[in-house]
């Protein structure tokens, strides 16, 4: 049986670590080196860096922090943010990332994921998704850090990505994200069912219940989690003890 992955998340804007509520209201939550070292220490099972700006800023992610992050974990390593091109991948695997997060670039330019697929392996390619619900259009794909709604509908959109080469795919609620309200496990276990890579649940995290949800109801392979750990609300050891009691495989 595969175990099950806790992964932290470090949204960062202007080289901080930063976290807000259904992508708005953000505040400060830490240097992100120190917390990258920390959860390697609390058993993470992967980092996730997303430069939260950098589309919209229109430039590349910071490959100095990417770099001195690396250098401080041991754990595998994603990396996302302002990637449109397979040099822009080089550029941060060379830096120390294991993958890549494509979102708006895909969306863009759904070839994009095919090309770094073939480059780099569909292993290292990482395809996240923003999504948010909405009573007339149901789940939808959205762009350009959440403001921007696409044509998407978001089983499809996952389904083609995984076609074009994904590896894997990190699923956001924006319905959910910061409200630690639990994840929003209906279109996780939508996507789960419908593609055959990896899905990552992200956004809602306020319990350890909530983790067992997205693994035993919504069938996630990893659950991603930011705030709840950065503020030291939910310890990574604490959590996993807990999944492990319920029957969930985790890496303890």
């Known amino acids: 049986m595969l175990t099950k992955r806790i992964i932290p998340c470090l949204d960062i804007k202007?080289?901080?670590?930063?976290k807000g509520i259904r992508f708005e209201?953000?505040?400060?939550?830490?240097?992100?080196?120190?917390?990258?070292?920390?959860?390697?220490?609390?058993?993470?099972?992967?980092?996730?860096?997303?430069?939260?700006?950098?589309?919209?800023?229109?430039?590349?992610?910071?490959?100095e922090l990417v770099r001195d992050i690396a250098r401080h974990i041991d754990i595998p390593f994603t990396v996302g943010g302002g990637i449109s091109a397979v040099a822009d991948v080089e550029v941060l695997l060379m830096a120390g990332a294991d993958k890549v997060s494509v979102n708006s670039a895909a969306i863009r330019n759904p070839h994009l994921v095919d090309d770094l697929?073939?480059?780099?392996?569909?292993?290292?390619?990482?395809?996240?998704?923003?999504?948010?619900?909405?009573?007339?259009?149901?789940?939808?794909?959205?762009?350009?850090?959440?403001?921007?709604?696409?044509?998407?509908?978001?089983?499809?959109?996952?389904?083609?990505?995984?076609d074009l080469g994904a590896?894997?795919?990190?699923?956001?609620?924006?319905?959910?994200?910061?409200?630690?309200a639990g994840f929003a496990l209906d279109i996780t276990q939508a996507v789960s069912?419908?593609?055959?890579?990896?899905v990552v649940a992200s956004g809602g995290a306020g319990t350890m219940q909530h983790f067992a949800d997205a693994f035993q109801v919504a069938h996630a392979d990893a659950a991603?989690?930011?705030?709840?750990?950065?503020?030291?609300?939910l310890d990574i050891p604490d959590l996993k003890r807990f999944l492990k009691a319920e029957g969930i495989a985790v890496r303890v």
């Open 25 to 63: 209201n953000i505040r400060d939550a830490g240097d992100p080196v120190e917390l990258a070292n920390w959860y390697a220490e609390q058993g993470a099972d992967e980092l996730v860096f997303l430069d939260i700006t950098a589309t919209n800023e229109e430039r590349k992610t910071f490959a």
């Open 117 to 162: 697929a073939r480059r780099f392996g569909s292993q290292c390619v990482t395809v996240a998704i923003d999504t948010k619900h909405t009573e007339a259009a149901g789940w939808k794909v959205y762009a350009r850090a959440g403001t921007v709604e696409t044509e998407h509908a978001t089983v499809d959109w996952a389904k083609r990505v995984v």
């Open 193 to 198: 069912e419908a593609v055959s890579v990896p």
């Open 14 to 18: 202007n080289g901080r670590t930063v």
């Open 167 to 180: 590896g894997e795919i990190l699923l956001t609620s924006m319905n959910n994200d910061g409200t630690k």
């Open 224 to 233: 991603l989690a930011a705030s709840l750990f950065h503020f030291r609300e």
